[in-house]
């Protein structure tokens, strides 16, 4: 079977300065693939790339077999930026209707998905509210509701629980893990949070723009024989300031 998620010696520039360099990322069907690295890094402008927000200057990437950027795919890709996309003016319930007017599901369906996600994000009882009057982390938690609505196979979610508390983090990761294990759903997390990279299965850890090591959590720090992810980081080259 080919990998969910192929990135082949993508590199990309911008005004003169390196940002990817090279990358080639395979990311297999049913895996929670972390993308970990410092800020800077060029974890965002990779998974924009996978999502077809942004174009490699060399290199190719690839999403179930189709060439990135590619809009058919899109129904398959649910996609949670590190800044939110919403809609002020609207109801928490407007914003999940309006993404999911973009989407090929039926009237009935789009209100199955609604309350569906709504529960999954602990928005239920807030779903009339303008998201003017949401805090920082019920935007997020409706960001995140957003990728959901579709139910795609493919998840890319970009920093998804900053700014979300330890309980509902929890929830959320809980979640990941049923979307993976029930639904066979791929799942693209980019974190700087070592505690959340060690949930993955497979981690790439990145800095400049280049694949430092990468292997599942614990391959990685028994091959480094260190006890922790930031040790690994250290030892592979990194630097986490
Ligand atoms: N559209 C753009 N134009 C110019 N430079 C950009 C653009 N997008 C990103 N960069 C630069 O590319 C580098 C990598 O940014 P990127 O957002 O991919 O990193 P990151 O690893 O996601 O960091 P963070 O964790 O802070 O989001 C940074 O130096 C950033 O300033």
Redesign the pocket.
């Known amino acids: 079977m080919e990998p969910v998620v192929k990135i082949n010696n993508v590199s990309?520039t911008?005004?003169k300065?390196t940002?990817?360099d090279n990358i080639s990322i395979n990311i297999e069907n049913g895996q929670i693939y972390g993308?970990i690295?410092?800020?800077?890094?060029?974890?965002?402008?990779?998974?924009?790339i996978m999502v077809g927000m942004?174009k490699a200057d060399t290199g190719t990437a690839h999403v179930l077999d189709v060439k990135m950027p590619n809009l058919n795919v899109m129904q398959d890709i649910g996609y949670m930026a590190?800044s939110d996309a919403l809609y002020l003016d609207l109801t928490g319930e407007e914003n999940l209707q309006f993404f999911a007017s973009l989407f090929r599901i039926n009237k009935a369906d789009q209100k199955k998905r609604i309350s569906y996600v709504a529960e999954l994000v602990n928005l239920t009882d807030h779903l009339k509210k303008k998201v003017s009057a949401y805090s920082g982390g019920m935007k997020r938690r409706l960001s995140l509701g957003i990728a959901l609505i579709q139910n795609p196979s493919v998840l890319i979610l970009?920093?998804p629980t900053v700014g979300i508390d330890p309980e509902l983090r929890l929830g959320i990761w809980n979640e990941l893990y049923r979307l993976r294990n029930s639904e066979g759903k791929t799942i693209i997390i980019?974190t700087?949070v070592m505690d959340e990279a060690l949930k993955c299965d497979v981690l790439a850890m990145?800095r400049d723009?280049k694949v430092l090591t990468r292997g599942t959590p614990k391959a990685l720090m028994q091959s480094y024989n260190v006890t922790n992810l930031e040790d690994v980081f250290i030892k592979a080259g990194g630097n986490l300031s």
């Not at 690295?37 to 924009?48: D, E, Y």
């Open positions: 990309k911008y005004s300065k940002v990817l993308l690295g410092p800020s800077g890094a060029g974890k965002t402008t990779l998974v924009k942004e590190q970009d920093e980019t700087h990145i723009g």
